[in-house]
């Protein structure tokens, strides 16, 4: 079973950073790609990163290429995602997700491939 918290988000001034955590509390993080989604008010959700079960294949959404790393920690069962050079518009509602695969470079883009979510943590960007 996968639970996933996540945690790390606040208020910050635009061009500011932050670095968020999700945490599983389960015992297959080891085993699930993860991936970074958020959703700002009136939108849809959208994909943000996601990478692969070992760690060793990530791929960012083109509004945050150069601004956003994802990692990972498998022995701390936590995933991360580092924003620099945050704008207003990235203000949103960040969730984290996993899907647990058999494949450790496998990839997953569509929210639709996660089985699992946290409850999100909200980042403002201030202008």
């Known amino acids: 079973q996968v639970q996933l918290v996540e945690s790390g988000g606040g208020l910050v001034q635009a061009g500011g950073s932050l670095r968020l955590s999700c945490a599983d509390s389960?015992?297959?993080?080891?085993?699930?790609?993860m991936g970074w989604f958020r959703q700002a008010p009136g939108k849809d959700r959208e994909f943000v990163a996601t990478i692969s079960r070992n760690g060793g294949r990530t791929y960012y959404a083109d509004s945050l290429k150069g601004r956003t790393t994802i990692s990972r920690d498998n022995a701390k069962n936590t995933g991360y995602l580092q924003m620099n050079s945050l704008k207003p518009e990235d203000t949103a509602i960040y969730y984290c997700a996993a899907k647990v695969t058999y494949d450790n470079t496998a990839v997953y883009r569509g929210a639709d491939a996660y089985a699992y979510w946290g409850q999100g943590t909200q980042v403002t960007v201030s202008s």
């Open positions: 389960g015992r297959t993080f080891s085993t699930s790609a």
